[in-house]
Each structure stands twice: as structure tokens, then as C-alpha cells.
């Protein structure tokens, strides 16, 4: 069965803190791995990440696949209160399906 | 990114009754993905949809409950029918979106209250 594993599943940290969210997978015929953030209801986009290695970033936020330990870490350097979110974790399969995480609930205090 | 509209936003529906939820995306595109969030949980994937065929149901979702239409490339509606409390959860619409370098863009929800 298709797994999708986030750790932790709850994190508070005070403003100005970095910090790592985790996530772990197993899944066949894996074609992608997705971040998104979700502050309401919505999910929004953060990363794609397909290549080992290949680090993607973008402002604060960044992200690294390692396709051979089967997991994925997204960093977010100098958390502002803005950055309060449940991050979700999504592995994509063949037929373009998503399989997702429990979700990591990142709370910043300032 | 793609601009999907969903409604409605969010609703309270008495147990026994129907609700339909409608996605308009602003381009064609080939399929369209529906899914639920229950409270604290995370996104399970309830049916992909195809336009011209019927839809695709995940492992524990079925048609009677969850029927669902693609009558064209840019619009779909999932109807959670016979509600009870168990189905008050958000329910999400998504397409792949190839101007996010092929990320997955989502409707902005439907939070729905089943009393």
C-alpha cells in the first residue's frame, strides 16, 4: 500500500527559528514529490522535486529529494509568523494520482 | 497558475439531503481531481475525472455516493449524496497545471457541515 509519512506532525518555533520538516515515502511507480502549503483550505504550490539531489528553492523555502532513501526535506530558513501552516507532503504516481501526508502543522510565535 | 473557481465556498446541510459542488477552471484540461479533507486529516483522493467517461473512484468511494460529471474540459461537479455528519469535511477540486511546472493546482474549497 502506498505511504506517505510527515514528521513532525506538529511543530511550534518562535519567529526568526529554521527549521525541518521531513517526509518519507513509499510509493510505486513514483513520478514526483510535491510541498504545498495550506493555510485555509486551499493547498498552494510550493515544489516539485523529481532528481536526487537537485536542490530547489525559492526565497525562505527550500527542498531536496533523495529518490534512493525515499525521502524529502523542506527547509524554511528565518520563519516569520506568516510562515504558520499545516505543509503538506504529496507524492505523485503514475496516472497523475496524489498520494499525501498527514500534513506537518508548523506554528511560529513571534 | 490555472485559476479554478469552486462553490460554494462552504455550506450546512441537514443528514439525508444532497449537496453539489461545482469547479470551473479557466483552460481545458484533460482531468480533474476530487478529494476530501476530513477534520484534522489529510487529503485523500476520492475520484478522478475524465471528460466523455465515467469517473475513476478510489478504494472505499462509490458512484451512488459520490456521482460525479465532467460535461466539458474546464468544468466538473462532485455531489456528496444521503449526507450524514461523517461527511462533513472539505472537499477540494485539482488539476495538473502545467504553469507550475507541472505541480497540481487546487479550487479553493468547499467546507462542508452536515448536522
Known amino acids: 500500500e502506498d505511504k506517505v509519512v510527515q514528521s513532525p506532525l506538529s511543530l511550534v518555533v518562535h519567529e526568526g527559528d529554521t527549521v525541518t520538516l521531513n517526509c518519507s515515502y513509499e510509493v510505486t511507480n513514483f513520478r514526483s514529490l510535491l510541498w504545498y502549503k495550506q493555510e485555509k483550505k486551499a493547498p498552494t504550490f510550493l515544489f516539485m522535486l523529481t532528481s536526487s539531489g537537485i536542490e530547489k528553492k525559492s526565497g525562505r523555502l527550500s527542498s531536496i529529494l533523495d529518490k534512493k532513501e525515499l525521502f524529502s526535506i523542506l527547509n524554511i530558513t528565518a520563519t516569520q509568523t506568516g510562515d504558520s501552516a499545516i505543509y503538506l507532503c504529496a507524492v505523485g504516481r503514475g496516472a497523475q494520482k496524489l498520494v499525501f501526508g498527514q500534513g506537518t502543522r508548523l506554528t511560529i510565535n513571534p | 497558475s490555472a485559476v479554478i473557481s469552486q462553490k460554494p465556498s462552504r455550506d450546512i446541510c441537514q443528514r439525508g439531503t444532497s449537496l453539489t459542488i461545482q469547479c470551473q477552471v479557466d483552460?481545458?484540461?484533460?482531468?480533474m481531481f476530487w478529494y476530501r479533507q476530513q477534520p484534522g486529516q489529510s487529503l485523500t483522493l476520492i475520484a478522478t475525472?475524465?471528460?466523455?467517461?465515467?469517473?475513476?473512484?478510489e478504494s472505499g468511494f462509490v458512484i451512488d455516493k459520490f456521482p460525479i460529471s465532467r460535461p466539458n474540459l474546464t468544468f466538473s461537479t462532485l455531489t456528496v449524496s444521503n449526507m450524514s455528519p461523517e461527511d462533513s469535511s472539505i472537499y477540494l477540486c485539482?488539476?495538473?497545471?502545467?504553469?507550475?511546472?507541472?505541480?497540481?493546482?487546487f479550487g479553493s474549497g468547499t467546507r462542508l457541515t452536515v448536522v
Open positions: 475525472a475524465n471528460q466523455g467517461s465515467e469517473a475513476t473512484y
Open positions: 483552460s481545458q484540461v484533460t482531468m
Open positions: 485539482s488539476v495538473e497545471d502545467g504553469r507550475v511546472r507541472n505541480g497540481y493546482t
